[in-house]
């Protein structure tokens, strides 16, 4: 394990449906962020948060929401969605702290699929 | 615009042989670059690091190499092994503010 636990693993919701993945760290990282990763195609960078701060919102569209509530917890809300955004999500965590060397610890996803 | 190109999709070796990716990038001058591995079902995990101002990098039977003239890495598995069989990434953090871009990523299959 990497110390990054997501959940659940695996969701599947329909398109009127809200739903929320989690993610925490046991890293001790300052920063935590969501990427999306759809088949064939490169991660996609959603949300970036440095000390519960939002950083980053990727032209994410609205229907995502994140949440983090502290250093260790995030959160992305989910509200009417639609089949193209099923994707494997991912949370990672870094420290932030020299540019240089970042290094991104990432869990193993949540694999969403959208009816 | 930027762009991130992973030389192909799937690459197929014979155990024992020298599996090497590429990794091109254009319109910028990264810092660093960095190499995951990311295997079906898992996120990706970290494996190398190479600066600007270092033509190569070794981690055991992983080396890496960048060079900023070509705009591209090297990356190579030797003495390759069924076990090493897994999706590789190259990444660059564009900007230098903690917000990497990854490539699509190479698929390496290794043949017992």
């Known amino acids: 394990e990497t110390g990054v636990t997501q959940t659940p693993r695996h969701l599947v919701m329909g398109m009127t449906n809200k739903k929320s993945l989690k993610c925490e760290q046991h890293?001790?990282?300052?920063?935590m962020y969501w990427y999306k990763q759809s088949a064939k195609k490169p991660l996609e960078l959603m949300f970036v948060?440095?000390?519960?701060?939002?950083?980053e919102n990727n032209s994410v569209p609205s229907r995502f929401s994140p949440e983090c509530p502290n250093s260790s917890h995030l959160f992305l809300h989910l509200h009417t969605l639609q089949p193209e955004d099923s994707a494997l999500y991912l949370c990672?965590?870094?420290?932030?702290?020299?540019?240089?060397?970042?290094?991104?610890?990432f869990g193993s996803g949540t694999q969403l699929s959208v009816l | 615009s930027q762009k991130i190109e992973q030389n192909s999709e799937a690459l197929n070796i014979q155990e024992g042989k020298t599996a090497t990716l590429t990794c091109n990038y254009t319109?910028?001058?990264?810092?660093?670059l960095q190499w995951y591995r990311q295997d079906p079902g898992r996120g990706p995990v970290f494996l190398l690091l190479?600066?600007?101002?270092?033509k190569e990098k070794r981690k055991e039977r992983l080396k890496v190499t960048f060079d900023t003239t070509l705009k591209q890495s090297l990356f190579h598995i030797t003495a390759s092994q069924p076990a090493d069989s897994a999706t590789y990434l190259c990444?660059?953090?564009?900007?230098?503010?903690?917000?990497?871009?990854f490539g699509a990523g190479t698929t390496v299959t290794v043949r017992a």
């Open positions: 990672a965590s870094s420290l932030q702290t020299d540019p240089t060397n970042e290094k991104l610890f």
């Open positions: 890293l001790g990282h300052n920063a």
């Open positions: 948060y440095n000390f519960k701060e939002q950083t």
């Open positions: 319109n910028y001058s990264p810092a660093y």
């Open positions: 190479i600066r600007e101002n270092e």
């Open positions: 990444a660059l953090d564009i900007k230098g503010d903690y917000k990497l871009s």
